[in-house]
């Protein structure tokens, strides 16, 4: 939720920021803007509502020089998506200029004591409260100082910065230049990611890993209350209320092909097609033939521990929370072990009673998520043991957890989880064998799940063949206001997805409903105008999904129907029918997504929606 970059070194630096926040842009894009300070020192700052390409346009009109720069791409919290709003900010008489993400709940007092000291605020935002605040710090700090900056470069910077965040209440990921001392970037985090770049006499700061891409491929990952303090040639990491911290630079995982779009119209599709690969990325190297089950290198926990887990709790949002109850029916059906399946915003509020046999689970594609976060963290103070389901190598749910699991499916840009989804499926699906193996699942039983999980991204490559067919459909039914959704037992979460999906890109109102359910309400909805998209392939419930269809086409009701290849009895009552390849009932629904994500997609297409930026949504939601 808003993305930041920063550089300063020898280059161009809207070079690297318009790039930069190219690549950030799914973090939000209702408006964006970047600052730049020449070599005179003197700061300039180019804003524009909308996206991206709109800041690119002005730049490209009234183009901005210097070495040194922040930028941002926004999804505004407070005020709205006005050019007035967008970052930077800048503080008292262009003293400071800052970049922003997070929300900062204090504004209203700290805004009403600094226009009495006679700050005048020119935005709705909560941000612009930090900008004055850190000027009326560093006025406070150059008049009280004893420190001098030749001890201690920018001691005085420091000092000042560090004073302006202890008053804040909230979370920030933060980037300010200072118009006195113009080579100089100071980064601070709590609770908003931040990353550094290390280059040759030069350095980056992003929200996130991608834009540094084909710049670096050396990466210091920030933690919540540092301050790094940042010059073409030096980094210092600081604690904010403590001395310097050594910080340890990793090797980036990003390569730039990564995070282009390949040829394909949108990420989303792009990332759709990824799957047959990033399947085989989530279990590469943790299926072991020999003991028939699962290995895992990070969850760090003993034997003992794991043998001790009596409960489990799975927490995400969204499309991660859908991977979640796949999750629960997964690992309740092979394992054994009692699973609940809890939205995060709601468990970090609540106060679930504590069994020292409980094990937490936050699953999230960014790891940034605020609420999953705070959940994660709530567990933690309870003295419940938690670990991450998690993509975005580094991220705050990676690094506050005791432990985990990362399911290298490569950077996700499409706002609509795609291949997330997937592999955090595949993921859960392997931590079911794994934990049902340390039960009661037999060897034999082991080896056919894991002959199963094998042949699984060839089936989905072959599911990836529906796209015709679902484009076809989608010309059918693109002018529906309305969808339902309905599947059962594995195939329930599907449902719940495949709505999302439709509802995130294309703006039609649909549910996702367990097939049987929907006789307790939904079923008031149909009509001929309505489509049901059944996902029903062969199993145990296959009959009763069956009957589910005939009281939809009783009622007048079009039918879809996900079907495995070969079924004609679905096909004689569905209006129309999208068949992928037989597998295993417990892999099915990752099979079936794909048709479901493809529908979605053509749907959106056919609409004339942003597909990769769907309104009011943002990829990374880092605000309660
Ligand atoms: C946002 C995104 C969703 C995502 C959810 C959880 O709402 O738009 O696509 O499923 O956040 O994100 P996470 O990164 O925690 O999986």
Known sequence: MCGIVGYVGHREACEFLLDGLRRLEYRGYDSAGVAITDQAGDVSICKTAGRIERLASALASSPLQGSIGIGHTRWATHGPPT???????????????????????????LKARLETE????????????????ITDCLEKESSESKVSDSVAPYASLVTAVKAALSQLRGTYGLVVMFRDHPGVIIAARLGSPLVLGIGDDEHFVASDASPLAGYTDKIVYLSDHQVAVITADSVRVTHRDHGEVRHSVENLQVDATDVDLAGYPHYMLKEIFEQPESIKNAMRGRLCEDDATAMFGGLNLTPQQLGSVNRIILTACGTSWHAALLGEY??????RIPVEVEYASELRYRNPPVDPGTLVFAISQSGETADTLGAIREMKRKGHRTLAICNTVGSSIA??????IYLHAGPEIGVASTKAYTSQCMVLSLLALYFGRMRHLSFDAGMRIINEFHALPSKVRAALQTDEESKRIAAKYSGANNFLYLGRQYNFPTALEGALKLKEISYIHAEGYPAAEMKHGPIALVDEATPSVFIV???FVYEKVLANIEEVKARGGPVIAIVEHGDTRVAALADDVISVPSV?????????????????????????????????????????
């Open 118 to 133: 006679g700050y005048v605020f020119q935005s709705a935002t909560d941000t612009e409260v930090i900008a004055h605040l």
């Open 83 to 109: 050019e007035g709003n967008a970052h930077p900010h800048i503080g008292g008489e262009r003293v400071v200029t800052i970049c922003h993400n997070g929300v900062i709940e204090n504004f209203q007092e």
């Open 584 to 624: 295993a009932e417990f892999v099915q629904p990752i099979v079936s997504a794909i048709p479901l994500q493809l529908l979605s997609y053509h749907i959106a297409l056919m609409r004339g929606c942003d597909i990769d930026k769907p309104r009011n949504l943002a990829k990374s939601v880092t605000v309660e």
């Open 537 to 539: 392939p062969q199993g």
């Open 330 to 335: 997964l690992i309740e059906e092979f394992a």
């Open 399 to 404: 690094q506050e957890a005791d432990g985990g």
